[in-house]
């Protein structure tokens, strides 16, 4: 059987910054009454996480939860068009040329259109032979790691040789400024390789969760006063699309259980694979806040020296967050060919993946 392991890894961002003072008109509380400036005890009683719980009250008089600037998709740009950046890096630096792509796996928080996916829009830009099987595949947040083990497993059949997942988020165009998510959320692409490598490398196994009970958590709707009506049905279909929360305590109770939803998917995954977490050498994961990481490190006994972080300068890009990390420790240089990585993230719905890799030298 083919092992398929990660040949390249690269993100897009676009050129338009905007930092915190685009709010300095906007943002005149943190969170209003949801959180009067808690402490550490107080969040504790209310069942938070031991890891979470210094970090929800150390950020509590931050206004932008630790993010400093975030990337803007320019006026004129599509989705597509930063997608198909970072295809053409990533096939680049991986040396597989777009005719030796067999695969094509995409997600978009936001495509260009409603329907279809961007899949066959990016194949033929990129000039992917016309048998490609190309296609959208979401699991919100976390569909870098249902990519990883698609692609993976597809390739072990030795019916396919290379992969491109490519996944995305225009969160600009999906948010309103006004509401508490804009102030981190981001704008980036980022593209990964797949093929053959040697034994030892490569795709180990995976682990998934699905939390249905979370699912009005965070939902694209039309404005709130249209959440009871279907977003395609009548006037509520020429009503904005945004991101907003219908109920904020699973928001709050998500974010507050942020390591037991992730040691609920990373252990037993360590156990399929008969490894343990203390032979890890790394964790790559999605950063709905820059202490996120660090979290999940902490809850395995890991050290914060084997996480990687890129919060300050892209924010929370949602989909395409954990792949920017990815991309961040393959830019490093700090990992050597065998290393152990878990790579992971979480999405609405909700969500929760895992992927644990060989890395690949």
């Known amino acids: 059987m083919t092992v398929a392991g990660i040949l390249a890894v690269a993100g897009a961002l676009p050129a338009r910054v905007r930092r915190n003072d685009f709010w300095q008109d906007v943002v005149t509380d943190r969170r209003g009454d949801v959180f009067e400036q808690p402490t550490v005890a107080m969040l504790r009683q209310q069942g938070v996480d031991p890891e979470v719980a210094p970090r929800l009250a150390a950020e509590a008089g931050d206004p932008f939860l630790g993010a400093v600037e975030r990337r803007v998709l320019e006026d004129g740009r599509s989705p597509s068009d930063l997608e198909h950046e970072a295809c053409a890096q990533a096939l680049e630096r991986s040396g597989v ?134 977003w395609y049905d009548g006037e509520a279909h020429r009503s904005k699309l945004t991101w907003q929360s219908p109920d904020p305590a699973l928001s709050r109770r998500m974010g507050a259980q942020l390591a037991t939803v992730f040691e609920s998917v990373a252990v037993p995954l360590l156990a399929r694979a008969g490894v343990e977490a203390s032979d890890l050498d790394w964790l790559v994961s999605y950063e709905p ?73």
């Not at 695969?103 to 928080?109: C, G």
């Not at 190309?134 to 992969?163: K, V």
């Not at 102030?183 to 990964?192: E, H, I």
Request: charged share 15%; aromatic share 6%.
């Open 97 to 230: 040329a777009p005719d030796e792509v067999d695969l094509l796996l995409t997600f978009s928080h936001l495509a260009d259109v409603a329907a279809p996916s961007n899949a066959p829009l990016l194949a033929d830009r990129l000039g992917l032979r016309s048998d490609v099987l190309a296609f959208g595949a979401e699991r919100e947040g976390a569909s870098l790691p249902m990519h990883l083990e698609l692609a993976a497993r597809l390739i072990g059949t030795g019916r396919y040789r290379h992969a491109l997942l490519v996944q995305s988020a225009i969160t600009s165009r999906l948010s309103n400024p006004a509401n508490i998510t804009s102030r981190v959320l981001g704008d980036a692409a980022v593209a990964t390789v797949m093929g053959p490598v040697p034994v030892g490398q490569g795709f180990v196994d995976a682990g998934h969760a699905t939390l249905g009970s979370f699912h009005r958590m965070a939902q694209l709707l039309p404005q709130p006063d249209h959440w009871a009506t279907p």
């Open 289 to 361: 806040r820059p202490w996120a990481p660090a979290v999940f490190c902490e809850r395995l006994g890991l050290g914060p020296e084997q996480t990687v972080s890129r919060f300050a300068q892209v924010g929370y890009p949602l989909a395409a967050s954990v792949g920017l990390a990815l991309e961040a420790l393959a830019d490093s240089g700090r990992a050597s060919a065998g290393d152990l990585v878990l790579i992971y993230s979480k999405g609405s719905g909700a969500h929760s993946s895992a992927v644990l890799f060989r890395w690949c030298g």
